[in-house]
């Protein structure tokens, strides 16, 4: 079969990868596609966000599946518009996808279904919001109700900073349109984990737990990213506690949207806080984390496009998700100056010798191939992961293969797994 890859970074190239172990994959194509996924497929330069052009190329190219890696192809509707030419779209619907595209949705969803969340409002203006920031106090969080490349979120720790927030996203328009409404909520504090599931409307099929480091710097200083790092499992939810976990977070929003006859088919991704043992829900995203793909896809233990058509066609109940059982752990090789400015076009040296290490593989975000060279195009620009028999060990040679690598201007965190480490010591 032939399967499209709708995307562009370190997640569309950990798909790419593990579609080709399939052997009912014949070809692979990916747009917009980069460095990595070049290798592995043919890159197309369409736009992952222009929904005609894709569903197009799926016709020409006669594509038997389309792989959604991002949110926004999702919120703009391309499950739909490719249900109505019958190609098979891995993701939700555009109405399922607003749970990561509408902040102000997904709560919604959430008090409605009884999803443990913090207590909530959401705004349409901002005097309104404003003055009920100054009535309830700091801290508080601010987020633009719309996708906002992940930046659309501020946690407030004063009502000063909470205003500032409030400004820049609904009066100075920081965010365009994403910022119209705004949802501001109580501060949750704790531990994060990421929490996935195969979903098919019905049934769900749970991946392992996974941590995600979204700030730049060492000891979760500095500004947040798209991530500087994962691994899986996390110990703050050990899989003992996964039944309990999904039915709080992943089993209410199925049957929510299965009664609203839009029933959820794809990768439901839960974002919880723990404080102590019990989590709340922070976010949902309507697709495979990055980099938490990266270890969790090393880990899979099952054909996945067995697993993805399980979850379009409603038969997920009927296929065993297996997960090997060690550890994996993904360090992010970024450019210096990520999240804000920074250069481009370094050349990257040492790849090939870093996969050539065991139970390694250096996943490709921010790259171009040009020339027979791999050069950097992005700010986070490799996802290097590695298996191990724990956490230690694949800690250990990850950073053996990171330090085969070198271009100009690279940066990466040196504690991806230390928090894990912490709690298994």
């Given at each position: 079969?032939?399967?499209?890859?709708?995307?562009?970074?370190?997640?569309?190239?950990?798909?790419?990868?593990?579609?080709?172990?399939?052997?009912?994959v014949?070809?692979?194509?990916?747009?917009?596609?980069?460095?990595?996924?070049?290798?592995?497929?043919?890159?197309?330069?369409?736009?992952d966000?222009?929904?005609?052009?894709?569903?197009?190329?799926a016709?020409?190219?006669?594509?038997?599946?389309?792989?959604?890696?991002?949110?926004?192809p999702?919120?703009?509707?391309?499950?739909?518009?490719?249900?109505?030419?019958?190609?098979?779209?891995?993701?939700?619907?555009?109405?399922?996808?607003?749970?990561?595209?509408?902040?102000?949705?997904?709560?919604?969803?959430?008090?409605e279904?009884?999803?443990?969340?913090?207590?909530?409002?959401?705004?349409?203006?901002?005097?309104?919001?404003?003055?009920?920031?100054?009535?309830?106090?700091?801290?508080?969080?601010v987020?633009?109700?719309?996708?906002?490349?992940?930046?659309?979120?501020?946690?407030?720790?004063?009502?000063?900073?909470?205003?500032?927030?409030?400004h820049?996203?609904?009066?100075?328009?920081?965010?365009a349109?994403?910022g119209?409404?705004?949802?501001?909520?109580?501060?949750?504090?704790?531990?994060?984990?990421?929490?996935?599931?195969?979903?098919?409307?019905e049934?769900?099929?749970?991946?392992?737990?996974?941590?995600?480091?979204?700030?730049?710097?060492?000891g979760?200083?500095?500004?947040n990213?798209?991530?500087?790092?994962?691994?899986?499992?996390?110990?703050?939810?050990?899989?003992?506690?996964?039944?309990?976990?999904?039915?709080?977070?992943?089993?209410?929003i199925?049957?929510?949207?299965?009664?609203?006859?839009?029933?959820?088919?794809?990768?439901?991704?839960?974002?919880?806080?723990?404080?102590?043992?019990?989590?709340?829900?922070?976010?949902?995203n309507?697709?495979?984390g990055?980099?938490?793909?990266q270890?969790?896809?090393?880990?899979?233990?099952?054909?996945?496009?067995?697993?993805?058509?399980?979850?379009?066609?409603?038969r997920?109940?009927?296929?065993?998700?297996k997960?090997?059982?060690?550890?994996?752990?993904?360090?992010?090789?970024?450019?210096?100056?990520?999240?804000?400015?920074?250069?481009k076009?370094?050349?990257?040296?040492?790849?090939?010798?870093?996969d050539?290490?065991?139970?390694?593989?250096?996943f490709?975000?921010?790259?171009?191939?040009e020339?027979?060279?791999?050069?950097s195009?992005?700010?986070?620009?490799?996802?290097?992961?590695?298996?191990?028999?724990?956490?230690?060990?694949?800690?250990?040679?990850?950073?053996?293969?990171?330090d085969?690598?070198?271009?100009?201007?690279?940066?990466?965190?040196?504690?991806?797994?230390?928090?894990?480490?912490?709690?298994?010591?």
């Amino acid at each position: 079969m032939k399967v499209l890859v709708v995307g562009s970074g370190g997640r569309e190239h950990a798909l790419c990868w593990k579609l080709a172990q399939s052997p009912k994959v014949d070809e692979i194509l990916c747009t917009p596609g980069n460095g990595g996924t070049a290798q592995v497929g043919e890159n197309i330069p369409v736009p992952d966000d222009d929904i005609p052009a894709i569903v197009s190329l799926a016709k020409e190219r006669r594509v038997d599946l389309v792989v959604a890696g991002p949110e926004l192809p999702l919120v703009l509707g391309l499950e739909n518009a490719l249900s109505k030419e019958g190609i098979p779209c891995f993701g939700p619907n555009a109405y399922a996808a607003n749970l990561e595209g509408s902040k102000a949705f997904s709560k919604n969803v959430m008090h409605e279904s009884g999803v443990p969340t913090a207590p909530f409002r959401v705004f349409d203006e901002y005097e309104n919001a404003r003055n009920f920031v100054r009535e309830k106090g700091a801290p508080l969080v601010v987020k633009a109700d719309g996708l906002a490349a992940g930046k659309g979120v501020v946690v407030a720790q004063t009502v000063e900073e909470a205003e500032e927030a409030l400004h820049d996203m609904m009066v100075k328009k920081s965010f365009a349109s994403a910022g119209d409404r705004v949802v501001v909520e109580e501060t949750l504090t704790g531990e994060e984990a990421s929490f996935l599931a195969f979903c098919d409307g019905e049934h769900y099929a749970l991946l392992p737990s996974s941590q995600d480091h979204k700030a730049v710097y060492e000891g979760d200083t500095g500004p947040n990213t798209g991530g500087m790092g994962a691994y899986s499992p996390a110990p703050i939810l050990p899989e003992e506690k996964y039944a309990e976990t999904a039915e709080s977070a992943i089993a209410p929003i199925l049957k929510h949207l299965a009664a609203k006859g839009e029933p959820f088919k794809g990768i439901l991704y839960a974002g919880l806080m723990f404080d102590g043992d019990t989590p709340n829900v922070l976010e949902y995203n309507v697709r495979f984390g990055d980099p938490e793909c990266q270890p969790l896809l090393m880990r899979l233990d099952t054909d996945i496009v067995d697993v993805m058509l399980a979850c379009i066609e409603g038969r997920l109940d009927q296929i065993e998700v297996k997960v090997k059982p060690e550890t994996a752990i993904c360090v992010v090789m970024a450019a210096k100056g990520y999240p804000g400015s920074y250069p481009k076009g370094m050349e990257i040296n040492g790849i090939d010798e870093a996969d050539k290490l065991e139970n390694v593989k250096v996943f490709h975000a921010g790259t171009k191939l040009e020339n027979g060279k791999i050069l950097s195009s992005g700010g986070r620009i490799l996802g290097v992961t590695a298996l191990g028999k724990d956490l230690a060990e694949a800690k250990k040679r990850a950073y053996e293969a990171v330090d085969k690598i070198s271009f100009e201007n690279s940066y990466y965190r040196r504690d991806i797994g230390d928090k894990g480490l912490k709690r298994l010591a």
